[in-house]
């Protein structure tokens, strides 16, 4: 089993923290969200607080959840030892600067965690692969190893995807609940149908989107009419746009390039 310690201890580190906390390791917390980390404390009686630098001594795999320009102060005042595994989960900080701020340590890899990962199956993107990350996380999700930053970088900004869904869901079932009386029902019936369809891309059915594209896109069909209604009206060319304004934020590559 590993030592595992978290710095910072937001919504990210509390679900990386739940999805292993069963396993067995040695999990030491920050102390930076008083609430959160006694929260966690109390929920695995194993799980230790402490001090920013007592965390990294007391641990051979270090996560980092702060935001960017914390984590570029307080890294600075940290002592890494040589043998340590980085693991970051902070969008916009490249490798070369985590090597200067975590030095003498070279093992260093930047992963895109989700809220979602204690329900088992969560897609783990991370650059670049890192043998320790798949030991102690690779039995609870689906590890994405990309081949470059540039594409970790470019996940990072797919991410961005899934409030805009989950708008969609909103005024859908807003809609659909107008009709049933039940906004809850309405919520879960279009979860239900839309986590179907997912399960055909994930669980290894051979299915791929272009084929279900096509199984939902009948000619006169009811989800034609309305993919075709949210096109003509611009969504989807919205959606492209949105994601390429994330280029710059994520040193992406322009378009034209």
């Avoid at 899934?162 to 029902?185: C, H, I, K, Y």
């Avoid at 390429?244 to 034209?256: A, F, T, V």
């Amino acid at each position: 089993m590993a030592r595992i310690g978290f710095l910072g201890t937001g919504e990210i580190a509390s679900a990386m923290i739940q999805t292993i906390a069963g396993a067995g390791h040695d999990i030491v917390v920050s102390f930076r969200n008083e609430r959160v980390s006694a929260e966690l404390q109390a929920r695995y009686p194993g799980l230790r607080r402490a001090a920013n630098q007592t965390v990294v001594d007391e641990s051979d795999i270090v996560v980092l959840c702060l935001l960017a320009d914390t984590a570029r102060k307080e890294l600075s005042n940290l002592a890494f030892g040589e043998g340590k595994t980085v693991i970051s989960v902070m969008a916009g900080v490249p490798i070369a600067e985590l090597e200067r701020l975590c030095a003498p340590v070279t093992e260093i890899c930047v992963a895109i965690p989700l809220p979602p990962m204690p329900l088992g199956g969560t897609p783990l993107a991370v650059f670049p692969d890192n043998a320790r990350l798949n030991e102690v996380f690779g039995p609870h999700v689906s590890i994405h190893a990309c081949a470059s930053e540039v594409v970790l970088s470019a996940h990072f900004a797919a991410t961005g995807v899934l409030l805009p869904l989950l708008d969609q869901m909103e005024v859908a079932a807003n809609w659909l609940s107008a009709f049933t009386g039940d906004r809850a029902e309405a919520a879960n019936y279009l979860a239900g149908l839309i986590g179907a369809y997912c399960k055909l891309l994930t669980q290894g059915t051979g299915t791929d989107l272009a084929q279900l594209r096509a199984g939902l896109g009948t000619e006169g069909g009811l989800n034609q009419a309305l993919s075709r209604a949210l096109a003509d009206n611009g969504t989807l060319a919205a959606l492209e746009a949105g994601l390429d304004s994330l280029r710059e934020r994520l040193r992406l590559p322009s378009k034209e390039q």
